[in-house]
């Protein structure tokens, strides 16, 4: 009988408290945490309307108030009802902007009948130089309408603190400055909310694909 | 006639392996993008193939003030974009300018580039010395040479 119990023992876990036991528990805590990461990962890849999506809403976007291209007052209220692509960017810059701007109107024009139902929004971080006039003269190089909003200093960095935007001034020689920034599409819907977000690696079918599936 | 087919064919080889591998520094593939509205600033493309190792150290254009060699990267989402004091081309291995990369920067543009349009931009390596391209102007924010471009 005593030797049946201590054969019982030797196969029993450690006990709490002893450095295995921790080890064990730690490597356990590790997986669940991983295993969560990586369900919220796929969750959002697959449902951005999902439970996780929810989470996000609230993290990204926020209220602004700016001036558009026309030099109308535009804040966060007016942008809702429709579905909004937003990006963040600058007129002087010679890469990314135009790239973004460009996949955004190729995206729209395979949206067919839908792409009424999305309006791309166009938000300088470079106000000292991107005038309403400027910006006016800007997006309308581009096939889709675009809404473009700038305003001063302090109500720009209101807007890109809603949307997690990071922009900073980099000096170059001879005083002219390039702008670096989060190079991100944000997706938002009629209700204001996050939905979605592309990079510069998302092709304009990607893009018009996976608003094609959202609007429904 | 038989000779004559044969100095043909012969002629055949060694034009194709002459456009496998160069024999001096080439540049193709030359684009810009159309500028928006007032921009001031645009972005010209090239791929560069040489057979020996070069660098290009610098470039000009009449159509701005100055031309700069560029470098955009991605660090996380944030995009930057900062002068380069110039760009190593390896033996035999083409490079390849294009957005989200390397750019020569057109800045203080006279007038704005429209699609359609094309110009001279000068690219000086320090082996090669200066080659003087014709550069064709595509779409705003378009993501690569048109077939007009890739023709040059």
Redo the contacts between chains.
């Keep these: 009988m005593a030797r049946t119990s201590t054969t019982a023992q030797s196969s029993n876990p450690p006990p709490r408290g002893s450095p295995r036991f921790l080890l064990v528990a730690a490597i356990l805590a590790g997986l669940v945490i991983l295993g969560t990461g990586a369900f919220l990962a796929l969750a959002l890849r697959d449902n951005p309307r999902g439970a996780a999506g929810t989470v996000l809403a609230s993290a990204i976007g926020g209220p602004f108030q700016l001036v558009d291209q026309n030099g109308k007052t535009v804040t966060d209220a007016d942008l809702k009802g429709k579905w909004s692509l937003i990006y963040f960017g600058y007129?002087?810059?010679?890469?990314?902007?135009?790239?973004?701007?460009?996949?955004i109107?190729i995206a729209l024009s395979e949206l067919g009948p839908k792409r009424d139902a999305v309006r791309p929004v166009f938000i300088t971080v470079d106000p000292e130089r991107d005038t309403p006039e400027?910006?006016?003269?800007?997006?309308?190089?581009?096939d889709a309408p675009i809404l473009a909003l700038t305003g001063t200093a302090e109500q720009v960095a209101q807007a890109a603190k809603g949307y997690r935007v990071?922009y900073a001034k980099?000096p170059?020689?001879g005083g002219?400055y390039?702008m670096?920034?989060?190079?991100?599409i944000y997706v938002m819907d009629p209700e204001g909310r996050f939905t979605a977000s592309f990079?510069?690696e998302s092709a304009p079918e990607q893009i018009s694909e996976r608003l094609k599936k959202l609007i429904g | 006639m038989f000779i004559k087919i044969l100095a043909f064919a012969a002629g055949l080889v060694v034009a194709s392996a002459a456009l496998a591998q160069p024999t001096q520094l080439e540049v193709n593939n030359t684009w810009a993008g159309a500028t928006p509205g007032k921009a001031e600033n645009g972005a010209a493309y090239v791929t560069i193939t040489s057979p020996t190792a070069d660098r290009l150290v610098s470039a000009s254009s009449p159509v701005a003030k100055k031309a700069e060699l560029h470098s955009m990267s991605m660090q996380g989402m944030v995009m930057k974009m900062r002068p380069i004091t110039g760009l190593d081309i390896p033996a035999g291995q083409p490079v390849t300018l294009k957005p989200g990369g390397e750019h020569i920067m057109l800045m203080g543009l006279n007038q704005p580039l429209h699609e359609g349009q094309s110009f001279p931009l000068t690219l000086d390596f320090e082996k090669a010395g200066p080659r003087t391209v014709t550069v064709t102007v595509e779409k705003a924010g378009a993501r690569g040479p048109g077939p007009a471009a890739a023709k040059h």
Excluded: R
Aim: with cysteine.
């Design positions: 007129t002087h810059c010679p890469d990314a902007c135009p790239t973004a701007l460009n996949d109107s400027s910006l006016k003269a800007y997006v309308t190089s581009f990071y980099h170059e020689a002219d390039s670096d920034h989060s190079s991100v990079t510069h």
